[in-house]
């Protein structure tokens, strides 16, 4: 949980819940829940106007509290309040993941307003996990084989190429 304050200067929580989350996904159509297995979602987030309307949803009960209509409270969403909510809702709803997800999560809501640097993230996070499920080293190496490749320059593999000789017709 965090804060962040608009241009009006009012301070505003930012909780994420499972319900906050839920709501997320039925008002603004996106399933934040979604981010690491959708790569769509990361787009979606990087909108400053997705943000705002997420940031409704999220400060719904606070907007009803102090008695403001919510289109004033996006409309003092300039684009510096905006990266500070951004900021806070990145942690917010990171800490909704478990381990190791949490960090990949934020980072990616985090650079929401970057697409491609949140993509980036998120592939790299794919790439990682892909390779703690294969059980594989960072060397490489072991997955070149080495006897196709000496059948080709011996040629004794009924796939050889033939000697230069064999290959060029003679005039």
């Avoid at 509290?65 to 951004?86: I, T």
């Avoid at 980036?120 to 490749?149: C, R, V, W, Y």
Wanted: charged letters at 25%; aromatic letters at 4%.
């Amino acid at each position: 949980m965090g804060t962040f304050r608009d241009s009006a200067d009012r301070e505003w929580e930012v909780d994420v819940r499972t319900s906050t989350l839920i709501k997320i996904e039925e008002e603004v159509d996106i399933s934040v829940i979604d981010i690491l297995q959708d790569p769509s979602v990361i787009m979606q987030l990087g909108s400053d106007l997705t943000l705002a309307k997420i940031l409704k949803v999220v400060c719904r009960k606070q907007i009803s509290e102090r008695g403001l209509a919510a289109d004033d409270f996006v409309d003092a969403m300039n684009q510096e309040s905006l990266a500070a909510a951004r900021e806070v809702f990145a942690a917010a709803a990171g800490n909704f993941f478990r381990d190791p997800d949490r960090e990949q999560v934020t980072a990616i809501l985090k650079e929401g307003g970057n697409s491609l640097a949140a993509t980036a993230i998120h592939l790299n996070g794919a790439f990682q996990k892909l390779m703690e499920k294969m059980q594989m080293s960072p060397d490489l190496t072991g997955l070149i084989p080495e006897e196709p490749a000496d059948e080709l320059i011996s040629g004794s593999s009924s796939t050889s190429v033939p000697a230069s000789a064999e290959s060029t017709p003679v005039k």
